[in-house]
């Protein structure tokens, strides 16, 4: 089986400008969840959709959005990028979700830098 | 809400000695716990996974945790270390609560293994 994809690997923007992460997660999984990690805050929990919707959401501002496909392919947007979104994205996928004892199936994420 | 609690966000051992990775856990219910290593630019890979259905639980990598109820604990260990172990761990527990379902990390702990 495919692992979860992440595209692109790596990007540069520029602050105010938005962006589009992709993710394509292990084929018969349902559930997407997308995490920030950055050296000082760790990883955090930015939403999670399961079936086009959302499930569960992390304590970002509204610049953070997502969206997830009929096919679970999912889609994360940040709008007015911020120096501080310099950061790592995740995305991972899982047949149950968070909450169950189905693991989180991780991509290798997207480096997006701002400046 | 579940959480974890990882102590030493670094430990340094050498090659050919014990790992032992602490994290003690939150929660009110018996939970669904996970170690994740993440290798540098990588995403994070399972290690183990613990579902109640065994308290020692075998790994990845020679890779072992045991669950202690009593101790709300759920450390990593690996009687021998390998320069390859050098990565980034984390602790993470899943289920129920209040406020709906969610996988909960740790901070992290960075293992250096020196030769």
């Known amino acids: 089986k495919a692992g979860v994809t992440q595209t692109p690997r790596y990007l540069i923007k520029t602050r105010g400008q938005q962006v589009t992460l992709s993710c394509s997660p292990i084929?018969?999984?349902?559930?997407v969840s997308w995490y920030q990690q950055t050296p000082g805050q760790g990883l955090q929990f930015l939403f999670e959709y399961f079936s086009e919707t959302q499930r569960n959401k992390g304590n970002f501002p509204g610049r953070f959005s997502g969206r997830q496909f009929s096919n679970s392919r999912s889609e994360m947007n940040v709008s007015t990028l911020e120096l501080g979104d310099s950061a790592l994205y995740l995305c991972?996928?899982?047949?149950?979700?968070?909450?169950?004892?189905?693991?989180?199936?991780f991509g290798n994420g997207t480096r997006l830098t701002v400046t | 809400a579940q959480s974890v609690t990882q102590l030493g966000s670094h430990v340094s051992v050498s090659e050919g000695a014990l790992v032992l990775l602490r994290c003690n856990y939150s929660?009110?219910?018996?939970?669904?716990l996970f170690w994740y290593v993440q290798y540098p630019n990588q995403g994070l890979q399972l290690l183990l996974k613990y579902t109640s259905a065994a308290t020692l639980v075998k790994g990845i990598n020679g890779f072992e945790a045991e669950f202690k109820k009593s101790e709300t604990s759920f450390h990593l260990t690996k009687p021998s270390a390998h320069m390859s172990d050098a990565a980034e761990y984390f602790c993470?527990?899943?289920?129920?609560?209040?406020?709906?379902?969610?996988?909960?990390f740790g901070k992290g702990t960075s293992l250096l293994v020196t030769p």
């Open positions: 993470a527990v899943s289920g129920s609560s209040n406020s709906g379902y969610a996988l909960n």
């Open positions: 929660s009110s219910v018996p939970p669904y």
């Open positions: 991972a996928s899982s047949s149950q979700g968070q909450g169950y004892n189905s693991p989180l199936h």
């Open positions: 084929s018969g999984h349902r559930s």
